[in-house]
């Protein structure tokens, strides 16, 4: 009885490190997948933080063309419906990016619409997945995108307005509340709850007023 009691024991040793062998490579597995996702969720913010420093550096930069339209009868219409937004906003993309070790591909996509400018990034991170069990990793860098939108936040009306029945001067236009609109002071409604005035020709720091006139945020690609 007792040789047959080695034998099995003999026998069951190699499932044993079969099976310790299996874990081991498992474990590996999962440390691998997980390296892969906090490359990947890296990546992901980088691309947050570029898109959202691109969509701020164009806000701090419209400023001059912005109060310059109020100057102008139908001024405002004619910035939304024309205004462009390119260049040194994506330079700043690229540096906050860099700042989270990734960089900006293929530039920066802008989109405008009335009211509202959209800009896409995507960045893919210096760093690789490593080493791991999985072949390819050693070299595999993550991508990721985002896209942030400048969105204007406010309906406007000219602060000094016509009397009732006043034919509005010739070349002047409607605001957006369908009244005429003509240079000088405007009056601001933002979001409901935020009310202000603005004159074109001695407006307050343009920092404090785009932060009240437009939202910057992160939305879905």
Known sequence: MRPRQRSDAGQAFPI??????????????????????ATRNGAQGAADAAALAAAQQARDEIGPAFLGAMLLPGGLNDFFGNHYISGEPCAQAQRLAASNNADVIGGCGWRSRFQSDEVSV???????????????????????????VIEFRCSWKAAEEPGEGAEPPPGDEEGEDGKPESPGPFTFDCDGRDRFEIDPLHPDLWEELSEALFAVHLTDD
């Open 122 to 148: 995507r960045v893919e991170t210096r760093n690789t997945v490593g080493d791991t069990v999985i072949p390819g990793t050693e070299s595999r860098h993550a991508t990721a995108s985002a896209t942030a």
């Open 16 to 37: 044993y490190i079969v099976m310790v062998a299996g874990l081991l490579f498992l474990a590996f597995a999962f440390f691998a997948v997980g390296k892969a996702s």
